[in-house]
């Protein structure tokens, strides 16, 4: 288990949907495929979207160009 996904576990523990937010767009950017990328982006954004996080534009954005949306 890296620390990237030990940090998603707490968030997800703790309830915090800003942190999963964040850390989920930093599991895109590590992602090692464009569909696992796709994936984490999905979970951010749909975080976002429950909070009105700043990023939600951004996270469009990157799956847009992916035209996954």
Known sequence: ????????????????QAALVTLYAQAGEAAGSVDAACFFYTQAYIYGL???HP???????????????
């Open 1 to 16: 288990m890296t620390d990237l996904d030990a940090r998603l576990l707490a968030a997800h523990a703790r309830g915090d």
């Open 55 to 69: 990023d939600v534009p951004r996270l469009y954005d990157k799956l847009r160009a992916e035209g996954r949306v």
């Open 50 to 52: 429950e909070l009105g």
